[in-house]
């Protein structure tokens, strides 16, 4: 069996990979891909957790259910997100988000 | 750790997402991007299936896979931000930096016992099954209520990107 730490350090890589993602990528649309690798290793922390604690013989499936429920709001974060993007890209020709700064004081 | 299905299924999967995580921040065509995401989130699904999670596997290659990697190619595709965009990073080296950083203390703080507590070497022999989720999540006193509110949520982040991709002058 694979110790807990091992999933958690790999949940870290990933987190940490789509942090350098989210900051450093020039297109929206990649920030969008790196946010969903960092709620990915968020999922993979939560049913680490959830397998490895004694009260999964037990029924509670807190770690289960709110891995399912963070699939639901990625995907719902994922088609707004990309709506807006979308619409961006058709007001001012461009996907570098730097650039959609109309609300900017 | 040794040498079982479990452990070189661990070590397939660790390769899968985080080669697909690196080309995901690396590549400088987002179409490719796009398909080292589904490698990456393939990756993550064969880790539901060692981790006793086997529905959640199956929502993971139905709800990622099939829909927001697809939704993901059809924005890099309308967009077609391939040709316009010459570089591919801004703040490379603060972000670099800031992530190696957060890297770090993240391994520091799984490995060693710094924040108390023992991390567990094995897991419990049973586990709650998918049909104890499905129980569960009908159940006055499990996530019923929560179970509602996302399909409200659902709902309004469907009719909301269609509204805010709608086209007004069409």
């Known amino acids: 069996m694979v110790p807990l730490w091992m999933y958690l350090a790999v949940a870290a890589a990933l987190f940490s990979l789509g942090v350098f993602g989210a900051l450093s990528r020039r297109n929206a649309v990649a920030v969008l891909m790196s946010v969903e690798l960092m709620l990915n290793a968020v999922n993979i922390n939560l049913v680490a957790f959830w397998r490895y604690s004694e009260t999964s013989t037990d029924l509670l499936l807190n770690g289960y259910a709110f891995t399912a429920f963070v699939l639901i709001v990625a995907a719902a974060e994922a088609a707004v997100g990309l709506a807006i993007i979308i619409t961006v890209y058709r007001n001012r020709r461009s996907v570098i988000p730097e650039e959609a700064a109309a609300l900017k004081g | ?170």
Do not use: C
């Not at chain 2, 987002?30 to 880790?47: C, E, N, P």
């Not at chain 2, 040709?83 to 591919?88: E, M």
């Not at chain 2, 190696?100 to 108390?116: E, Q, S």
């Open chain 2, 1 to 170: 750790m040794e040498l079982n299905a479990i452990s070189i299924g661990f070590v397939v999967f660790t390769i899968f997402t985080l080669g697909g995580g690196i080309g995901v921040v690396t590549t400088r065509n987002l179409f490719q991007g796009t398909i080292w995401l589904m490698v990456s989130l393939f990756g993550v699904a064969g880790y539901f299936v060692l981790l006793s999670a086997p529905f959640l596997a199956a929502v993971q290659i139905l709800v990622y896979i099939g829909a927001i990697a697809i939704l993901i190619t059809f924005a890099v595709m309308l967009t077609r931000s391939v040709t316009r965009i010459k570089t591919r990073y801004i703040r490379l080296v603060p972000s670099l930096l800031a992530s190696l950083a957060l890297f770090l203390i993240l391994l520091l703080g799984v490995t060693m016992p710094i924040f108390g507590g023992v991390s567990p070497e094995h897991a419990p022999a049973t586990v709650a099954s998918t049909r104890d989720l499905g129980a569960a999540l009908v159940d006055e006193n499990g996530y019923v209520v929560p179970f509602l509110l996302a399909s409200v949520l659902l709902t309004g982040a469907m009719i909301g990107a269609i509204f805010i991709a709608r086209d007004d002058t069409a």
